[in-house]
């Protein structure tokens, strides 16, 4: 039978570290005819890194092989929106989880495995029954991609893989159960760390990052660096092509200080705690006086989100980065996120 060992069955696991995908990995693993079980882990700059990951796989994981790809490349891909249309959650997640679970399958058939095993569940991100359904055929992997939190909800496995699953690790969750989830984590001794998510790790996922990502992807020279800088909580878009990111926190701002191109202006308070704003847009397309605004929006950003306290009025600092020259400015800070968003878009989305 195709997928076996010497002594038993291989499969392949999308481990992602996530509370699902222990669990479906396990569940799995349990499994009389299963000799070996491989991970399969997915890295790019849409997936946060966790912390406990590396800790999980070499504590609880070790004795798996396990491989990691990177889907740098294919960072397109995995945003689907058409031009001029809003983004979606619903119709992003399926290219997305058509791009991973293609990689899989052709992972699958290189090492031998039998079949592939996800902590998918239906409802998640929108996603239904038939689309996940949808997403095997068109990979040509029907029955072969098995799902087992939510197995009951969706087409019948392939014969050779029902023999080796059977009945008793199929269930039929949808994202709703959580609660169920959580249960059978803790039946089968899986302890996640503070930072590990139940279900997805995925960046789109925090309120307004797709939107973000969405526009991103919309301008000219699209790059990594401009893609890293959404993951600041603080960013601002000023019309028409103005970026204003703050860094808050010590880490932040030391994650903001690898990002700097060399003509990106460095904004920071001069006498009192505040954020560090990096401010890029192409200023040899600025008149003078169209700099002269952007530094004094940026400058006044920075004041509002800084610990300024009831001042009037505040110095801030500026230079760019391919400059000695620092120079300042006296401003004030605005007096409601509500006036930022009168001149900016994306408000801290």
């Known amino acids: 039978m195709n997928g076996t060992t010497d002594h038993g069955v291989r499969v392949l696991s999308l481990f992602s570290g996530s509370m699902a995908s222990q669990v479906a990995t396990e569940l799995v693993a349990r499994l009389p005819q299963v000799e070996e079980v491989c991970l399969l882990h997915f890295r790019?700059?849409?997936?946060?890194e966790l912390d406990h990951f590396r800790e999980t796989l070499k504590?609880?994981?070790a004795e798996m092989k396990y491989r990691t790809q990177s889907l740098k490349r294919e960072v397109r891909q995995l945003v689907s929106s058409p031009?001029?249309?809003?983004?979606?959650?619903?119709?992003?997640?399926?290219?997305?989880r058509s791009l991973l679970l293609a990689r899989g399958v052709r992972y699958m058939e290189r090492i031998g495995a039998q079949f592939l095993v996800t902590g998918e569940l239906v409802g998640e991100h929108?996603?239904?029954?038939?689309?996940?359904?949808?997403?095997?055929?068109?990979?040509?992997?029907t029955g072969r991609i098995f799902r087992p939190l939510s197995?009951?909800?969706?087409?019948?496995l392939d014969p050779d893989v029902r023999s080796v699953v059977g009945d008793g690790i199929s269930f039929a969750w949808t994202n709703e159960d959580t609660d169920s989830l959580e249960s059978l984590a803790?039946?089968?001794?899986?302890?996640?760390?503070?930072?590990a998510p139940c279900r997805s790790r995925c960046k789109l996922m925090r309120p307004g990052f797709g939107e973000r990502l969405t526009n991103l992807f919309r301008e000219e020279g699209f790059t990594l660096n401009g893609l890293k800088l959404l993951d600041f909580e603080l960013y601002y878009k000023l019309p028409p092509n103005v970026k204003i990111v703050l860094a808050v926190s010590e880490d932040e701002k030391r994650a903001l200080q690898n990002l700097f191109f060399p003509?990106?202006?460095?904004?920071?308070?001069?006498?009192c705690k505040g954020p560090m704003a990096l401010v890029r847009t192409p200023w040899s397309e600025k008149t003078d006086d169209e700099i002269v605004q952007i530094i004094e929006v940026a400058a006044r950003i920075t004041a509002t989100h800084g610990d300024v306290g009831q001042r009037a009025s505040v110095v801030a600092k500026y230079r760019f980065e391919n400059e000695d020259?620092?120079?300042?400015?006296?401003?004030?800070?605005?007096?409601?996120?509500?006036?930022?968003?009168?001149?900016?878009?994306?408000?801290?989305?």
């Open 44 to 48: 790019g700059p849409l997936f946060e």
């Open 59 to 61: 504590l609880d994981w």
């Open 83 to 96: 031009a001029g249309e809003p983004f979606s959650i619903a119709q992003t997640c399926f290219s997305c």
């Open 126 to 141: 929108g996603l239904t029954a038939d689309n996940l359904a949808s997403i095997s055929e068109r990979l040509g992997a």
């Open 151 to 156: 197995a009951g909800l969706l087409p019948p």
């Open 186 to 195: 803790g039946e089968m001794g899986i302890c996640l760390a503070s930072d």
């Open 263 to 271: 003509n990106d202006l460095r904004v920071y308070l001069a006498s």
């Open 325 to 349: 020259e620092t120079s300042q400015l006296t401003v004030q800070p605005f007096e409601t996120p509500a006036e930022i968003a009168r001149h900016c878009v994306g408000v801290q989305c």
